[in-house]
């Protein structure tokens, strides 16, 4: 079974730009979360999407949305990226959404602003 | 808000040691899971505790949730260069989010 997806791998933009990530999740799976890892604020949730629905959220500003397609792959998308977006932002799928569920996370897209 | 405090950091030892990583907070947790992340890599689940006072054991792993479901604890015995990565404790909350601890990064010396 292959396991969760993230694309690109790496990505470079600049202030202003915005910037679009994807992710597909494990076959069967119908929950995607995203979280943004930094060396000073650790793993952060970002928001979770279940059946195409988001059912939850974190706490970052608007700036960052997502959406979840009915084949169960998600993307994000970052507008007016800030010097601070800088970050892995990982992905990851689970069969259905419970905290004590196991996610299965995705390599991470690395995405550095200048 | 929720936090988790892992404890400690850093740490560097050798092969064979024994440790143990802290993860505590001063609210009330529905489960508790470890995760492993290695470098280039997103975190791998280790194990999750549901009941205040789970011990659970995976080879040399031993994890514990306390008994009122607010901290956990990792031991690892005879530590080994594979086990060099970044642990993370996630804590569910009754709204369904999982919060991740600091982390700690761990790095076993042949």
């Known amino acids: 079974k292959a396991g969760v997806t993230q694309t690109p791998r790496y990505l470079i933009k600049t202030r202003g730009q915005q910037v679009t990530l994807s992710c597909s999740p494990i076959s069967g799976h119908r929950s995607v979360s995203w979280y943004q890892q930094t060396p000073g604020q650790g793993l952060q949730f970002l928001f979770e999407?279940?059946?195409?629905?988001?059912?939850n959220k974190g706490n970052f500003p608007g700036r960052f949305s997502g959406r979840q397609f009915s084949n169960s792959r998600s993307e994000m998308n970052v507008s007016t990226l800030e010097l601070g977006d800088s970050a892995l932002y990982l992905c990851a799928s689970s069969l259905e959404w419970l905290a004590s569920h196991e996610q299965f996370f995705g390599p991470g897209t690395r995405l550095t602003v200048l | 808000t929720q936090l988790l405090e892992q404890s400690p950091q850093f740490l560097s030892i050798q092969e064979g040691e024994n440790l143990t990583v802290y993860c505590n907070s001063s609210?009330?947790?529905?489960?508790l899971q470890w995760y492993r992340q290695e470098p280039g890599e997103g975190p791998v689940l280790l194990v999750t505790?549901?009941?205040?006072?789970e011990v659970k054991k995976l080879k040399r792993l031993t994890f514990q949730f306390g008994d009122a479901r607010k901290d956990s604890s990792l031991h690892i015995t005879a530590a080994q260069p594979g086990d060099t990565g970044l642990y993370l404790c996630?804590?569910?909350?009754?709204?369904?989010?999982?919060?991740f601890g600091t982390g700690t990064r761990l790095q076993v010396f042949p």
């Open positions: 996630a804590g569910g909350t009754d709204t369904d989010k999982l919060i």
């Open positions: 505790v549901v009941t205040g006072g």
């Open positions: 999407y279940f059946s195409e629905t988001q059912r």
């Open positions: 609210s009330v947790f529905s489960s």
